[in-house]
């Protein structure tokens, strides 16, 4: 049997099961154990007798990274357009220039013959210093899940595959292949896990990366709750799970964890191991035959895509400019920005020649060209004449002399345009930075010009947040640049220039200190073990609880032009909880030129029972605008973004009550608050059990009535206690609340029932079935309550 090369019939999941089980079924057990190890750093075993070919893939999430060789670790590859890195992409706040990118990588995958890319990474930014940052998007699960899910449809739309990485809960480099990170199952869904969710239930990824950490004491790769109950059972994901590197300990133990297929190989041993624990009964041949069939449906739907051809390098490089250009952040601008076409600019800095364009790691491309900033300035200043000045050198050494040259040559300009980057070896895989500072040298240049020339605008190259406090007050413009690949030069001059409107928004917060980040006492942790102490309080989450200033907040970004927000309004201020509500706001360009705004809804529970962050986003658009346009934006927000995790039900919860809805350009910019009621159905109910307390029944819908009834049959008893009648437990006495309603119930019932009245037994039973009758509109053999005491 031969895999077909063209089909008669179009590809689909049935087609590619039916062939893929095909296969399976005539495979040895020495075949299937052989195919879930990678052949080679990059491919799959092929397995010639049947005539399957391997599946070859490639680093990724900024471009394509084919080695030379399959056996080949080397970071030099075959060039490839070097798109803008996450940190970039981000600030676009656009799933569609997403998909863009995605599409394009697809194109340079398919003419480098690569069948799976391995990106794109979702991992939150827990703390800035995490040195892997600038391939992750944000500190928000929702902002990273819609741009994963505009990455990932791009690629696969071209029979590309996509590797969501990196399953899960890994947010440093420190001691990444040990380190056990401790967080509490809150902050795990609602902070950790739904990027990956939100990708995995809405682009459905051909293939998963796991981590290498440990996740509460267990490695991600073996971590069966994550790979197969969450993973696949909970969000139905059919693609399969890759580990990558050494991410894997145990081979059969991994495999029946749900890590189908160990890269890189070969690694005989690990076959070996895997056919030995079947053999030995330890490990069940169903689980390498699912493995494998997960891994064969891929190998099928890949092969599905003819490889080869060239693609369009020039056209890429521009798509690179254009992306790059809508991430870019003007974090401040007193007016000097857009430059004049005309006059005297000094440029300095040797960044200006000598770009940062992406970070160090596995992600590291070989780009088609380069942009050199100083050149595009060049070309884009009309009339103007360009100065430079390296002003620092490439060792970080003290360089007075430089200083002194770059100082003169802004002296004698009409402005100046200083550039500035982080080393690589702080933005690189495999290390953290230990602060969020420039380098001196740097700040002390920045200074120095701004001193001798007001007009002094500065651009940086970094990929993640950084501490502006002591410098940024001389300056009259900062650009964030982040690592924006290739075209980053041109995207500079774009938008220094104004030919491109600076339309980038913060994924993540610029705090004022390193000391302020939610992180600053449990990064990188103690040893093998870091606690996630801040739980979902990371980035505006938690500046915003505690009420801490920072230097710009999430969402920010100027632009050339500004905007209005009016009329903000929703379909309906009382909705279910299984239906959600969309939200409407008029937005104007009021300034004299085009823009684009990024219109952020955030979502504040007001009445929660459990500790919730201030507010979250839970929806966004971009919109963009002519002057003077104005547009009707329109966000929907489904049940879920009023839901939090409830840790003790295991489920998302949608609870009635107070919210507001905000709607801002900036977590800290809120233009409008809408008031509105979500009306909790009684099936929505939390769970209660006969060890609940007294407190939580009567704030439960369907338990209150019960729950009533049974104080005040208790009143007479429980008015001893006190000294007076108790009829309505909430006209009792402060003592009664302090008291009686952190009593469990079934205590409760045993504290007062009254004497030669029905048993405590008897009434925990009658208050579980007027409950069950309340949930679900009859009585019903379940159990309305699970009791944990007594059984
Ligand atoms: C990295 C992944 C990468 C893989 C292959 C791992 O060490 O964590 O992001 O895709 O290597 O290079």
Redesign the pocket.
């Known amino acids: 049997m031969t895999l077909p090369r063209s089909r008669d019939t179009a590809p689909s999941a049935a087609n590619d099961d039916t062939i893929a089980k095909r296969y399976l079924a005539e495979m040895t057990l020495d075949e299937k154990a052989t195919l879930l190890t990678g052949d080679s750093v990059w491919t799959t075993a092929a397995v010639p007798r049947l005539g399957l070919p391997s599946l070859r893939m490639a680093?990724g999430p900024h471009g394509v990274r084919r080695t030379p060789s399959t056996g080949s670790?080397a970071f030099s590859a075959h060039a490839a357009t070097c798109f803008p890195t996450a940190s970039s992409t981000a600030a676009t706040w656009d799933p569609d220039l997403l998909r863009e990118m995605g599409e394009a990588i697809g194109r340079e995958a398919i003419a480098l013959e690569v069948d799976v890319v391995?990106g794109p990474?979702v991992n939150m930014k827990r703390s800035p210093l995490c040195g892997r940052n600038f391939e992750y998007f944000s500190e928000d699960p929702y902002l990273a899940g819609r741009l994963a899910v505009g990455w990932i449809d791009g690629i696969q739309s071209l029979g590309v595959g996509a590797s969501l990485?990196?399953l899960a809960v890994s947010n440093q480099e420190t001691r990444r292949m040990s380190v056990s990170a401790e967080v509490d199952e809150r902050a795990l869904r609602e902070i950790y896990l739904p990027a990956f969710e939100q990708a995995v239930t809405a682009a459905r990824p051909w293939t998963v990366?796991c981590s290498?950490n440990r996740i509460n004491g267990v490695y991600a790769s073996e971590h069966r709750q994550l790979l197969t109950d969450i993973l696949r059972s909970e969000w139905g994901f059919d693609g399969f799970v890759v580990s990558?590197?050494a991410a894997v300990h145990d081979r059969p133990s991994a495999l029946a964890a749900g890590t189908d297929l160990e890269m890189p190989g070969p690694r005989p041993r690990r076959v070996r191991s895997v056919i030995e624990a079947v053999h030995a009964g330890v490990l069940d041949e169903k689980v390498v035959d699912e493995a494998a069939l997960r891994v064969l449906r891929i190998i099928v739907k890949a092969s599905a895509t003819p490889k080869g051809g060239s693609f369009d390098a020039a056209a890429h490089h521009a798509l690179a400019r254009r992306i790059a250009a809508e991430g870019m952040v003007l974090l401040k601008n007193d007016g000097v920005l857009p430059l004049a076409t005309g006059g005297r600019i000094a440029v300095i800095g040797r960044a200006a020649k000598e770009p940062r364009i992406q970070g160090g790691g596995?992600?590291q491309i070989t780009p088609t060209q380069v942009d050199s900033p100083i050149d595009e300035l060049v070309r884009s200043a009309g009339g103007a004449t360009i100065f430079y000045s390296p002003g620092y050198d490439d060792e970080q050494h003290e360089r007075p002399d430089l200083v002194a040259d770059a100082v003169a040559a802004a002296a004698d300009s009409d402005v100046a345009v200083v550039f500035v980057a982080l080393p690589v070896a702080k933005e690189s895989?495999a290390g953290d930075r230990t602060d969020l500072d420039l380098v001196p040298q740097h700040v002390a240049l920045i200074r120095a010009v701004c001193a001798a020339q007001p007009r002094t605008v500065v651009v940086l190259f970094n990929g993640s947040a950084v501490v502006v406090a002591p410098w940024i007050d001389g300056a009259a413009a900062v650009l964030e640049a982040w690592l924006s690949g290739q075209a980053a030069g041109g995207a500079i001059a774009d938008v220094l220039f104004g030919a491109t409107e600076p339309s980038g928004r913060l994924a993540e917060t610029f705090p004022l200190r390193l000391e302020d980040t939610p992180a600053y006492l449990n990064f990188p942790g103690d040893g093998d073990r870091v606690r996630y102490g801040e739980g979902v309080y990371i980035g505006y989450r938690w500046y915003e609880a505690r009420d801490l200033p920072v230097a710009f907040p999430f969402g920010h970004g100027l632009s050339y032009t500004t905007f209005r927000y009016d009329h903000a309004r929703v379909s309906t201020t009382s909705f279910a909880d299984v239906d959600g509500v969309t939200v409407f706001v008029d937005v104007t360009n009021t300034g004299g030129r085009a823009g684009s705004d990024v219109v952020q809804v955030y979502v504040r529970d007001v009445e929660a029972s459990v500790q919730r962050p201030n507010k979250e986003l839970r929806g966004f658009a971009k919109v963009r605008l002519e002057a003077g346009e104005t547009r009707t934006v329109e966000v929907r927000l489904d049940p879920r973004a009023f839901a939090f995790w409830d840790v003790r039900r295991r489920a998302w919860v949608t609870e009635g009550g107070a919210f507001e809805i905000l709607i801002g350009s900036s977590s800290a910019a809120i233009h409008a608050v809408i008031p509105v009621t979500l009306v909790e159905s009684a099936t929505n109910s939390s769970t209660l059990t006969d060890m609940s307390p007294l407190q939580d029944w009567l704030a439960d819908a369907a338990g209150r009535p019960g729950a009533l009834e049974l104080v005040q049959s208790l009143a007479p008893i429980l008015g001893g206690v006190f000294g007076k009648a108790v009829t309505d437990p909430d006209d009792l006495d402060p003592h009664f609340h302090s008291y009686f309603s952190a009593m469990p119930i079934r205590d409760l019932l045993e504290f007062a029932a009254p004497a030669g009245g029905p048993e405590p037994e008897a009434r925990l039973l009658e208050l579980a079935d007027s409950r069950r009758t309340a949930v679900s509109g009859h009585a019903s053999d379940s159990p309305a309550f699970v009791g944990t005491r007594n059984g």
């Open positions: 680093d670790m391995l990474g990485k990196h990366m290498y990558v590197g596995s992600s895989e």
